[in-house]
């Protein structure tokens, strides 16, 4: 007797379910593709306890008739291809034909579907990949995909499910990649009747990330954008010294697809280059348009990598309009001009590179380079910075000549490197000649007049020193001898107590009273002792803030909201502050940038001076 | 106005009542000082509205008036005179003439009627004190008043008079200091929680210095202090302070005695490989052994033994060596006993005579 057999199909699919459906999240993401795919306007996502009791996608798509609703559920049934040449210019998100079939295999799965032509919709029972019931039905024009008891037959699968959160998490973040990607569609994402996510069709990318990520966020990411024949570039990335420590919040689209590419990583990280402290991530959201017949996204199953034809040239195309950007945001010429002058430095004194700061880009009347690539020599051979490449901008417009000769861009300074020790000597030479109206700091510079932004400084030196405290979590807590009692809306509250074992591993002590009534009882002995109320709120609304709860809100948050509420407090500062908060600031890692990216320090050079006051043309 | 006043006098007087002068853009009357002939003295008076101070100077007046100089520069002009008499004469145009030996200054002033008058004190209470002892309690615990401008009740010092005592008590949430003394004549029954504000306190305490009485006017709203010829006028903190006796513990397990100043010699230099207002010292108490010690990553670290009459278990406590400190600087006696239960709960130091420091350790 023969010992191979072919296995029966429904055992076959389950086998192939373990590659398209890890978790819930694959299987709202298959879903929702299949609802875009089938145009819809309006993808509606209802998830309960996590997905393990339900998730449900319904679309106002073009649905299927009677028969599709049974073929759709047949192994390699698709529609969306029907030629291995079709396979060169895929456009749509499905084309395995295996999504639906391996999902109803390791569920309860109802389908309800109906075209708009027929009067009535046809629904089909499954469960565990075996069809139980076919029935005619009552229902909207559009498809709804109903998963009940995912994995119940295969309890060791479902015994890997994390916690309802976490699961969460994951739903949550592919609905918001989806959202991101298609902005033709609506969506709406509901956590046990929770809104989770509701964006509306046709609001424009900058509308919905804000609407996803809130506004605080988004203030604190620049616009990229770039062109040419065959890509294009779209997006946000963050100011520089707003950093993630994991890759998490750089999202990456290519073709309106999720992508996980090491390539734009890549490119990331090398645009950044020096603003950037090892081991932390810029949040980027990317958008990568490349000609379909360049990309080849069938890969991985679940198709999260891709690969490009020409891999190095969408790398550097996207470096250059990132650093493109990051230049934009430096408005005036260098904050310091001194390590400039100073190419070679150690690794550890890595900031705001110099070109950046002294690229004359952002001056009104400057005209922005157009993007050459595949034509430019320059490109074709980037140095390994990638920033002498750019240089050239000051060969595009020459009447912007550097104003400061010695440091002018076309200087030699090296591979673009930071903040040099002479740079901080040049900081701590400053003399500091007066204060405006207890908000600048005036100072003279080796080249000019330095104005330091006090409150930016400020909140520069205490975000590195409360986000040194959070991560060595060796942090001592300061025990209140006087609890401070806090009133919190019912909404603070609730994140409050979500997020209670966090704030306490942090160093906070927290009672909870009940109610919208807390009382705490300690500290974090390195975070600021006063406006503790004020520290408590800030936190809750960058929790609140974030895209997804705090899971994402990490150390950096956390820090950020906890100097705000510090720095509020203090306005005038008397000399002795003064020369402190200089000293400080000279001693941080990247004393050009608040944490928030913007500059701390301009400098008005005296050549700008000159021609201001008409001494010189 | 027509006076003649010394110039020595002049100076004093203004020394006592400058540093309530800020610069205000937007009245600035405030910026000057009131100077007006009564009751044969020379009075001259600053605000900042919440604050007053008054002091009188004997003057030759030959013509009574008023007028506002801009205070800190008639101090600066007044400072400059060699000693001798100085002539101050006003004329209708608000201009005053300041003279004295050769020197002849026409300074520009504003109208009396504009400067705001010091709030009336409706007196509940009047209360005298010795000014060095009342100088002195003011400075054992004022260093503890808080700088949260968030918790505007901690800004100041509490002064509670219950009894027949009086209790001082500053507190910043981490830890509070307190004198407490009997007054003399159980107080005339006096009743009552008054919030004075740290500004007050630090221009009192500058009035302290020399023996003799301070009597203390009180109302629901305001203090007074009447000291020789000066009155400092003040709103007082509005608010409830917190129960400190609460945060007292009422019994303790431990206790050890330690030198004092040695114990501050030995905690500064212990502390000296800290680098980070959080870090805290190390105490490590064993029967008659107390071993201070402390570390940090980027310095290093220290340790060192004291002996000391301790006789309980073995345990450790960590403290911000800050809070400790401030008292130590600021106390006089030899000795000084630590009171404790445990490393979580409110620690208890005594020292001088009705001086209490209740301070929170820190734990990891
Ligand atoms: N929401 C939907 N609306 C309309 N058609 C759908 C929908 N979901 C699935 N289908 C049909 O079922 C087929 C199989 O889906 P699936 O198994 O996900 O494979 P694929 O998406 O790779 O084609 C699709 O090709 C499509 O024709
Ligand atoms: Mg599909």
Same mark, same amino acid.
């Given at each position: 007797m023969s010992r191979i057999r072919i296995l029966a199909e429904e055992v076959s699919n389950r086998i192939a379910a373990g590659e398209v459906v890890e978790r819930p999240a694959s299987v709202v993401k298959e879903l929702v593709e299949n609802s875009l795919d089938a145009g819809a306007s309006h993808v509606s996502i209802q998830i309960r306890r996590g997905g393990r009791s339900l998730i449900r996608v319904s679309d106002d798509g073009f649905g299927m008739d009677s028969e599709d609703v049974l073929l759709c %559920?047949? =192994?390699? !049934?698709?529609?969306?291809?029907?030629? =291995? =040449?079709?396979i060169e210019k895929i456009d749509s998100f499905g084309f395995r034909g295996e999504a639906l079939p391996s999902i109803a295999s390791v569920c309860h799965l109802e389908l309800r579907s109906r075209v708009a032509e027929n009067p009535a919709g046809t629904e089909v029972l499954v469960s565990g990949g075996v069809i139980r019931n076919v029935a005619e039905t009552g229902c909207a024009p559009g498809t709804s995909v109903t998963v009940k008891n995912l994995f119940y037959n295969l309890p060791a699968r479902r015994k890997f499910l994390r916690s309802v959160r976490t699961e969460e998490f994951h739903i949550q973040e592919i609905v918001l990649l989806l959202a991101l990607a298609n902005p033709r569609a609506g969506f709406q994402l509901t956590f046990d009747d929770r809104p989770i996510i509701a964006v509306q069709a046709g609001n424009d990318l900058a509308t919905r990330a804000t609407m996803i990520f809130g506004k605080d966020s988004m203030r604190s990411m620049i616009p990229v954008s770039a062109e040419n024949d065959e890509l294009k570039v779209g997006g946000f990335v963050a100011r520089p010294g707003l950093t993630r420590t994991s890759r998490r919040e750089q999202r990456v689209f290519v073709n309106g697809r999720p992508i996980d590419a090491r390539t734009i990583y890549n490119a990331v990280r090398d645009a950044y280059h020096t603003m950037v402290m090892k081991g932390r991530y810029p949040p980027v959201l990317l958008f990568v348009d490349v000609l379909p017949e360049l990309v080849d996204v069938n890969v991985h199953p679940a198709k999260r990598e891709v690969r490009f034809r020409h891999d190095r040239q969408v790398g550097e195309f996207v470096g250059i309009a990132i650093r493109q950007a990051l230049r934009q945001i430096v408005t005036d010429s260098p904050p310091i001009p001194e390590p400039l002058r100073q190419p070679q430095m150690s690794e550890r004194e890595t900031t705001m590179p110099a070109t950046l700061l002294n690229v004359n880009a952002g001056i009104p009347g400057r005209r922005r380079e157009p993007m050459s690539f595949a034509t430019g020599a320059s490109v074709d051979e980037p140095s390994p910075s990638a920033f002498s490449a750019t240089d050239a901008d000051s060969e595009v417009a020459p009447a912007f000549a550097p104003r400061s000769p010695a440091a002018g861009p076309n200087s030699d300074r090296g591979r673009g490197t930071s903040i040099s020790a002479a740079g901080r000597d040049a900081i701590r030479a400053m003399r500091v000649i007066g204060c405006l109206s207890d908000l600048y700091l005036l100072a003279e510079g080796p080249d000019g007049l330095v104005l330091i932004d006090q409150h930016a400084a400020h909140e520069r030196v205490l975000f590195e020193k409360i986000l040194h405290a959070a991560r060595s979590r060796d942090g001592n807590r300061q025990g209140l001898l006087i609890p401070v009692t806090m009133e919190f809306s019912n909404a603070d509250a609730a994140v409050l107590r979500k997020h209670h074992d966090r704030l306490n591993r942090l160093g906070f002590e927290i009672d909870d009273f009940g109610g919208s009534t807390f009382v705490i009882n300690a500290v974090p002995a390195h975070f600021p002792q006063t406006n503790l109320t004020g520290m408590l709120h800030d936190i809750i609304d960058t929790i609140t803030d974030?895209? %997804?709860? !705090?899971?994402?809100?990490d150390d950096d948050a956390i820090a950020l909201a906890a100097c705000k509420a510090a720095v509020k407090a203090h306005d005038h500062l008397s000399a002795s502050e003064i020369t402190q908060l200089l000293q400080q600031l000279v001693d941080t890692e990247l004393p050009y940038t608040c944490p928030h990216g913007r500059p701390t320090m301009i400098n008005i050079a005296f050549g700008e001076l000159e021609r201001r006051f008409g001494r010189r043309a | 106005m027509k006076v003649s006043v010394s110039s020595k006098n002049l100076v004093e007087g203004l020394r006592k009542i400058l540093n309530i002068v800020t610069v205000r853009t937007t009245m600035p009357v405030l910026n000057n000082v009131l100077l007006r002939t009564q009751n044969g003295m020379l009075s001259m008076m600053t605000t900042d509205t919440d604050v007053s101070i008054v002091t009188n100077i004997e003057c030759d007046i030959e013509e009574e008036g008023d007028i506002t100089l801009p205070a800190k520069k008639f101090a600066q002009i007044i400072g400059s005179f060699p000693s001798g008499d100085v002539k101050l004469v006003t004329d209708p145009t608000m201009t005053t003439e300041i003279s004295c030996g050769q020197a002849m200054f026409k300074i520009m002033g504003l109208p009396a009627e504009d400067f705001p008058e010091p709030a009336e004190v409706q007196e509940l209470h009047k209360i005298d004190f010795n000014k060095i002892e009342f100088g002195k309690t003011l400075k054992k615990i004022?260093?503890?008043?808080?700088?949260?401008?968030?918790?505007?009740?901690?800004?100041g010092i509490l002064l509670s008079i219950h009894e027949g005592s009086i209790t001082a008590v500053a507190t910043d949430g981490r830890r509070l200091a307190l004198v407490e003394k009997l007054l003399d004549d159980a107080g005339n029954g006096i009743d009552g929680d008054f919030v004075l504000p740290t500004k007050v306190v630090n221009e009192l305490q500058k009035l302290l210095e020399q023996d003799g009485d301070v009597t203390v006017r009180l109302s629901e709203s305001h203090a007074s202090f009447i000291i020789d010829n000066s009155v400092l006028t003040s709103k007082l903190i509005d608010g409830e302070y917190p129960n400190y006796r609460q945060v007292i513990p009422g019994a303790f397990k431990n206790s050890v005695t330690i030198p004092r100043e040695h114990f501050a010699e030995v905690l500064n230099r212990v502390s000296m490989v800290l680098n980070d207002a959080g870090a805290s010292v190390k105490f490590k108490l064993e029967p008659n052994h107390l071993t201070l010690s402390a570390s940090s990553a980027e310095i290093g670290e220290a340790e060192e033994p004291l002996e000391v009459s301790y006789e309980g278990d073995p345990v450790t406590i960590a403290f911000n060596p800050a809070y400790l400190r401030d008292p130590l600087k600021n106390l006089d006696c030899d000795d000084l006993t630590i009171r404790f239960n445990d490393e979580f709960k409110p620690v208890v130091i005594l020292g001088d005579e009705g001086f209490l420091y209740v301070i929170m350790p820190m734990r990891s």
């Open positions: %559920l047949e =192994a390699h !049934a698709t529609s969306k291809i029907s030629s =291995a =040449a079709d974030s895209p %997804l709860g !705090a899971r994402r809100v | 004022g260093y503890s008043v808080s700088t949260d401008q968030t918790r505007p009740i901690l800004n």
